[in-house]
């Protein structure tokens, strides 16, 4: 009778709990750990694409969707995304507002070899998620690219919006700044490490409400690129800044006009 | 007697040991395994680089394995060198390579059909007459279909104004036609995909066959090609190659710098970038995104990348049982999409199919791979790779790229073989250089 309850029970916690089929891929992965701080993420809400075989470690598609309403009282407050076999994994750390109207974003990370990748997701009432994805690279990500920069269009930066919103409505954003993101582990022709150099932060607002914000690490591709979502309900200015880790600064504005 | 006789196991037991390649080179056969039927029925669908080859190598290496090959064309078209043709330096009827010494020679029985559908469970294939043919093992080589409508504009009606040019034939005559009727001082564009895609090399070589074009014929033409991608195939060898030979004629706009083409407009030749920046060309020619050919997605082999995964060992498909796809249309990366690796694909799946007919375990394999591009004439450049297995996984085992600092007489040597290649391939494949 205990038995056939324990059995019982057991079997209503796989469905009520969708847990990961034995140990959770990232088990020993300090970082994600560290942003898991000791809860249990669930699947199912949060979904993770990548292309299951990569010819360009340098620069591989990446992009994260969390179902969530995005409103002022449930939304989707931050995804991590970590690279676990990268020499250091996180790629990125994005707030969200429910501003953006949808919990989706897009960019391009290095993966230096065939790997995992992991997005875990934190609401604003504490629920956590998590995704995963196999990704089979045959070009490393460290081996592209050579030493010499275009540095003719560094700190260049771009950005796209729809043309027209509808009020509240979400429309997807495109941005892209040209920089080398170089890691500090690179070395250049004369044996030399090359010296870090990364934009850390990407921040996106319309008047002095911040939309996003995105913290960058070393495992995001060169020409850091971010794709999001903004919803806006009047016509107004969006400013995306992009920040150099104790170096320069770029500045882009684009109008947001509704229909 | 002046060759040995071997029989059909130690004919097998060699491939094994040596690798289908040097067994080739010996010109080994095997023997039927008796008198009467035969060893087993092989249906290959596509008559390229990758059906003509597995075809062909099934019979030599064993005669008593029915093949049959089918292929709607009466000749087959290659892609590799017809930017040579696009460039003046090639005939379009030496691109075409018949299937006679198939017939003739190696006894494949060739149908000049299409394949409709495959029956996995009743393994037979429905050719377009509504005919079927049975299998014990079919092959699929049927390279690649165009993504209509996935780059936002390009339609099979759009190919008509803006040719893709990326499967020889009508649409290489195209492309062909407007160069010559293009305006001297005019814009070329060419609209280079993201990865996967046939020919890695193919877009840039095709810039510098165009330019070799119009260098002679519209000096004062620009040619402008924009990609979805950062990093491309042999890219410091051609960087240098374009500026060499063409001066500055070849301007290339990577994805980093707005060059990724996200909507074609094909009435107005125009394109327009990822961040908004429209384009106009006089001549415009987009290789559009592509994945496996029709019978490899109606078979059930293809998964949601679009293209075929396969077993490393001998490219059977871990979907469907009993089937084999090779050539383009498979997931094989590191392996190029290249008429090469097809080739070389063809030996080895040719060689673990008359050894899962016949019982026993197939060889190791191992592929080469060599992609020659024609900059300009007497300059040619080359990637070379050889494959292997390791830990499960297909790898390069080794390779590498003409040097950077070549001298003007290895450029020349690389276009000379880049000549020599295409006609010992075409010869190995059809048996027509």
């Known amino acids: 009778m205990y038995r056939s309850l324990a059995v019982l029970l057991s079997g209503l916690m796989l469905v009520a709990a969708p847990v990961w089929a034995g140990a959770p891929p990232w088990e020993r992965v300090e970082a994600v750990q560290n942003v898991l701080d000791g809860e249990t993420p669930v699947r199912g809400a949060i979904h993770l694409d990548l292309p299951l075989v990569s010819r360009d470690g340098s620069a591989v598609p990446l992009t994260v969707e969390v179902d969530s309403p995005m409103s002022e009282d449930d939304y989707v407050a931050s995804i991590h995304l970590f ?147 903004v919803a806006p309900v009047e016509d107004g200015t969006l400013t995306v800044r992009w920040d150099e880790e104790g170096g320069e600064s770029a500045v882009r504005e684009e109008s947001l006009r509704l229909r | 007697m002046t060759r040995g006789r071997i029989n059909r196991r130690q004919a097998l037991k060699l491939m094994g040991a040596m690798g289908a390649g040097p067994f080739l080179a010996a010109g080994g056969r095997i023997p039927p395994a008796a008198a009467g039927g035969p060893a087993g029925r092989v249906v290959v669908v596509g008559g390229g680089f990758g059906g003509a080859t597995v075809a062909k190598y099934i019979k030599r290496f064993d005669p008593a394995v029915e093949v049959t090959l089918v292929e709607p064309s009466r000749r087959h078209f290659t892609c590799p060198f017809s930017n040579l043709y696009l460039g003046g330096l090639y005939q379009f009827d030496a691109l075409g390579h018949g299937y006679e010494e198939l017939v003739s020679r190696y006894g494949v029985q060739v149908v000049h059909s299409m394949a409709d559908d495959v029956d996995a469970d009743g393994r037979t294939v429905r050719l377009a007459g509504g005919e079927t ?65 046939r020919c890695p090399p193919g877009p840039y070589e095709r810039v510098a066959m165009v330019a070799n074009y119009l260098k002679s014929h519209k000096p004062k033409s620009k040619i402008l090609l924009l990609d979805a991608k950062d990093n491309f195939s042999k890219q410091g060898l051609f960087l240098d190659g374009w500026r060499k030979n063409y001066g500055d004629m070849i301007e290339w706009v990577g994805r980093s710098q707005d060059g990724e083409v996200v909507r074609v407009d094909a009435d107005r030749l125009e394109v327009e970038t990822e961040f908004g920046t429209t384009h106009k060309a006089s001549v415009l020619n987009v290789v559009p995104p592509q994945r496996a050919g029709f019978i490899a997605r109606r078979a059930g082999v293809t998964d949601a990348s679009g293209w075929a995964p396969v077993e490393p060992r001998t490219f059977a498909s871990p979907r469907v049982e009993g089937v084999y796809v090779i050539g383009d249309a498979t997931e094989a990366a590191p392996m190029p999409k290249s008429g090469f690796c097809a080739n070389a694909q063809g030996k080895v799946t040719a060689a673990a199919i008359v050894a899962d007919l016949a019982g ?69 494949t059809w048996g027509t250089a």
């Not at chain 1, 934009?199 to 971010?226: F, I, K, N, Q, W």
């Not at chain 2, 005559?173 to 814009?187: I, P, R, Y």
Request: hydrophobic residues 40%.
């Open chain 1, 83 to 229: 690279a676990v076999s990268n020499p250091y994994p996180e790629i990125a750390t994005i707030h969200l507002t429910p501003r953006m109207g949808q919990a989706k974003v897009a960019t391009r990370v290095r993966l230096n070899e065939s790997q995992r990748v992991v997005a875990v997701a934190r609401t604003n009432t504490g629920r956590v998620y998590a995704d995963a994805r196999e990704v089979r690279v045959t070009v490393a990500g460290c081996l592209a690219r050579d030493a010499t920069y275009d540095s003719d269009t560094l700190m260049l930066a771009r950005v796209r919006a729809p043309e027209r919103f509808s009020a509240g409505e979400p429309g997807e954003v495109t941005t892209l700044i040209n920089h080398p993101m170089e890691t500090g582990l690179r070395k250049n022709g004369d044996g030399n490490l090359i010296p870090r150099r990364i934009v850390h932060r990407v921040a996106a607002s319309v008047g002095a409400e911040t939309v996003m914000e995105a913290e960058l690490h070393r495992s995001v591709s060169a020409d850091p690129y971010l794709r999001f979502f």
């Open chain 2, 133 to 197: 043919l049975s299998w014990d093992r079919l092959v699929l080589s049927p390279g690649i279909d165009i993504r209509w409508g996935e780059l936002e504009g390009y339609t099979r009606a759009a190919a008509e104004k803006a040719p893709h040019a990326w499967q020889a034939g009508p649409q290489t005559h195209l492309l062909k036609k407007q160069l010559e009727a293009m305006e001297d001082g005019g814009t070329f564009i060419l609209v280079a995909p993201d990865n996967p895609f």
């Open chain 2, 360 to 428: 026993v375990d197939g060889p190791d394999p191992s592929w080469a791979n060599t992609c020659y591009s024609t900059v300009a004439p007497g300059y040619g450049i080359s990637v070379a790779g050889v494959y292997g297995i390791r830990e499960g996984h297909i790898e390069e085992i080794s390779g590498g790229v003409s040097p950077a600092d070549a001298d003007a007489a290895f450029r020349r040597r690389e276009a000379e073989y880049a000549v020599a290649w295409y006609r010992a391939i075409t010869q190995d």
